[in-house]
């Protein structure tokens, strides 16, 4: 069973265009990250979001964390070539030893034309 | 600029044979991760280590075993490789003791038995 669960799996749209993927979780977390993963690399992380209902924007990306803490979305305005890649979100939560673990989505393979 | 260096790249392994894969970082993280991630499963937890002298259980950590040699190196041994071991292989570490803060991930081992 996937702890959480990403849509859609594949995207592909034109350059220009508006897009958003969703990160849905039964359970919650303390926090909740998204990455992005470009072919023959790993994650590198976009931004974090920890309060209920926080928004973020890093210029034409805007993240958002659920209310209650159980899922988030990305939304992308006027997509460009440069955004295509995987994008995984993880969420986080409390581990052995006080510690907290990240557990990742599948991932949204976004491609986009030009 | 190092970051979280892996080696090696690529390996390919014939079944029952045994590697150690290797993971550095430079960034003074207390942290670090070992990740498999496979087509349509995401990113899974293998292995972690808190702190310098622990390391804990994943979610998938049967078949393998980890050595954190001092704060900077976390490494990964498969003792008698399978098939169903063949993935790429991500080592990460964190600054704190949790992930809030974000992974930084390395570049990945992909590795296939044969």
Known sequence: TQLLEQSPQFLSIQEGENLTVYCNSSSVFSSLQWYRQEPGEGPVLLVTVVTGGEVKKLKRLTFQFGDARKDSSLHITAAQPGDTGLYLCAGAMQANFGNEKLTFGTGTRLTIIP | ?114
């Open chain 2, 1 to 114: 600029n190092a970051g979280v260096t892996q080696t090696p790249k690529f390996q390919v392994l014939k079944t029952g044979q045994s590697m150690t894969l290797q993971c550095a970082q430079d960034m003074n993280h207390n942290s670090m991760y070992w990740y498999r991630q496979d087509p349509g499963m995401g990113l899974r937890l293998i292995y972690y280590s808190a702190s310098e002298g622990t390391t804990d259980k994943g979610e998938v950590p049967n078949g393998y075993n980890v050595s954190r040699l001092n704060k900077r190196e976390f490494s990964l041994r498969l003792e008698s490789a399978a098939p169903s071991q063949t993935s790429v292989y991500f080592c990460a570490s964190s600054g704190r003791t949790g992930p809030t803060y974000g992974y930084t991930f390395g570049s990945g081992t992909r590795l296939t038995v044969v």
